[in-house]
Nanobody, 120 residues
Framework: QVQLVESGGGLVQPGGSLRLSCAAS????????MGWYRQVPGKQRELVGT???????NYAEFVKGRFTISRDNAKNTVYLQMNSLKPEDTGVYYC??????????????WGQGTQVTVSS
């Protein structure tokens, strides 16, 4: 049974940083691409970025230069380092495992999400 457990969310001031973690079990972690999505109030869930099994990354334009995705295959964990946070980054952040098909990232299983609130 696949389990993805996010942690590290919380309240942070604008301009601050947070690092989210997502611990995976029940999958051969190293063989999967991993992705981070977010759902901000009033909007549909959107892709933040992905990391391939080999470590290459892709990011949405709205986080480029501010967010970094990394993975530790020995710990079955993927990370989302978020810097220069803005109030509009407030939302629930989800990780998932997935794969690429025709250049698109296809999520397979989802975590329960972790709340990030950026506010002064």
């Amino acid at each position: 049974q696949v389990q993805l457990v996010e942690s590290g969310g919380g309240l942070v001031q604008p301009g601050g940083s947070l690092r989210l973690s997502c611990a995976a079990s029940g999958i051969i972690f190293s063989t999967y691409a991993m992705g981070w999505y977010r759902q901000v109030p009033g909007k549909q869930r959107e892709l933040v970025g992905t990391i391939a099994s080999g470590g290459s990354t892709n990011y949405a334009e709205f986080v480029k230069g501010r967010f970094t995705i990394s993975r530790d295959n020995a710990k079955n964990t993927v990370y989302l380092q978020m810097n220069s946070l803005k109030p509009e980054d407030t939302g629930v952040y989800y990780c998932n495992n997935g794969f690429y098909y025709s250049g698109n990232y296809i999520p397979v299983s989802w975590g329960q999400g972790t709340q990030v609130t950026v506010s002064s």
